[in-house]
């Protein structure tokens, strides 16, 4: 079975830093680039914050270009998403999700595997 396990949530005081983890399963990683979503509270889901694609690259929406990191380690078939400088407007359910060979940010349509979420909360 095909298993996104999203991690790492929690509360965390404006300005302070959160990594997430999103470990995979059922599915060949290295076919896949995993991007992270995030919903907040009455919202859509967004798009993707940033890829991770299958050849190593990396994107970041301009929304948090500078303050996530993305990174992979295919070893361990495990995403993260280090999340610094965070914000009360960070506030959202995170997800991870899996595109086959996606080279661009995309939207939730793009995007095959979902993980079930984790939320984190930013206090001001």
């Known amino acids: 079975d095909v298993q996104l396990q999203a991690s790492g949530g929690g509360l965390v005081q404006a300005g302070g830093s959160l990594r997430l983890s999103c470990a995979a399963s059922?599915?060949?990683?290295?076919?896949?680039?995993i991007g992270w979503f995030r919903q907040a509270p009455g919202k859509e889901r967004e798009g993707a914050l940033c890829i991770s694609s299958s050849d190593g690259s990396t994107y970041y929406a301009d929304s948090v270009k500078g303050r996530f990191t993305c990174s992979s380690d295919n070893a361990k078939n495990t995403v993260y998403l280090q999340m610094n400088s965070l914000k009360p407007e960070d506030t959202a359910v995170y997800y991870c999700a899996a595109g086959v060979n996606l080279d661009y940010l995309g939207v939730p349509y793009d995007y095959d595997y979902w993980g079930q979420g984790t939320q984190v909360t930013v206090s001001s």
């Open positions: 059922g599915f060949t990683f290295d076919d896949y680039a």
